[in-house]
């Protein structure tokens, strides 16, 4: 019998380490700075692109004033919702945020009473809607003023704040042109003991 001298090699593993764990080369101090920085650029982007989704769909707005009483307080804080009218046109009862057209430096907040193409009327407090009083369901401090008859435009709204004899609105200056609309009153976030959803009263069934 004869016995061979050769040996036999055994394969190595590519995934085995040539030299020592401690000898391995480790991230430089770059490589991790370079790291961090890029981690950080991408959550700022993305931070920015939620903001500004945010922005684009909802804004902050600050009551002053007591033309909504009893149902919006001065000091109140609310969230509008800047994408409910690209989905459908204001309805009567909304409350909404808007530009006056006798005032372009601040925002106003009203409740839509007539819209496009309504014949609106005001006799002694009363609203009346195409010759037929409106049934305003809401709290409502009413007018005592009259109104003579006004048609509303084409992409106009009437507008009346619920406290009504101390509200400038569409009674005094004219109808809200659609473009100026910034969106419906949304959630009232402070004070705490107000915080929750602001109520709807939708007239759109009576259309």
Same mark, same amino acid.
């Given at each position: 019998?004869?016995?061979?001298?050769?040996?036999?090699?055994?394969?190595?593993?590519?995934?085995?380490?040539?030299?020592?764990?401690?000898?391995?080369?480790?991230?430089?101090?770059?490589?991790?700075?370079?790291?961090?920085?890029?981690?950080?650029?991408?959550?700022?982007?993305?931070?920015?692109? &939620?903001?500004?989704?945010?922005?684009?769909?909802? @804004?902050?707005?600050?009551?002053?004033?007591?033309?909504?009483?009893?149902?919006?307080?001065?000091? @109140?804080?609310?969230?509008?919702?800047?994408?409910?009218?690209?989905?459908?046109?204001?309805?009567?009862?909304?409350?909404?945020?808007?530009?006056?057209?006798?005032?372009?430096?601040?925002?106003? &907040?009203?409740?839509?009473?007539?819209?496009?193409?309504?014949?609106?009327?005001?006799?002694?407090?009363?609203?009346?809607?195409?010759?037929?009083?409106?049934?305003?369901?809401?709290?409502?401090?009413?007018?005592?003023?009259?109104?003579?008859?006004?048609?509303?435009?084409?992409?106009?709204?009437?507008?009346?704040?619920?406290?009504?004899?101390?509200?400038?609105?569409?009674?005094?200056?004219?109808?809200?042109?659609?473009?100026?609309?910034?969106?419906?009153?949304?959630?009232?976030?402070?004070?705490? @003991? @107000?915080?929750?959803?602001?109520?709807?009263?939708?007239?759109?069934?009576?259309?």
């Amino acid at each position: 019998m004869e016995l061979s001298n050769e040996t036999t090699t055994l394969p190595v593993s590519a995934d085995a380490p040539l030299l020592p764990p401690e000898q391995l080369a480790k991230p430089s101090f770059w490589t991790n700075l370079g790291s961090a920085l890029r981690e950080l650029i991408e959550t700022l982007i993305l931070t920015l692109v &939620i903001f500004l989704l945010i922005r684009f769909a909802v @804004q902050n707005f600050r009551i002053e004033g007591y033309s909504m009483e009893p149902n919006l307080h001065d000091g @109140q804080f609310l969230f509008v919702n800047k994408l409910i009218y690209m989905l459908h046109p204001p309805e009567r009862g909304d409350v909404i945020v808007f530009v006056p057209p006798n005032n372009s430096t601040r925002d106003f &907040i009203k409740r839509v009473i007539g819209l496009p193409g309504d014949r609106v009327e005001i006799v002694n407090g009363r609203v009346f809607v195409n010759g037929e009083e409106l049934r305003e369901v809401y709290p409502l401090n009413p007018a005592t003023y009259s109104m003579s008859s006004v048609n509303v435009p084409a992409d106009e709204y009437f507008v009346l704040g619920d406290n009504r004899n101390y509200s400038s609105d569409s009674h005094s200056w004219g109808t809200v042109s659609a473009k100026k609309i910034i969106g419906k009153a949304w959630i009232s976030y402070w004070p705490p @003991q @107000q915080i929750g959803m602001v109520p709807t009263y939708s007239y759109a069934s009576e259309r």
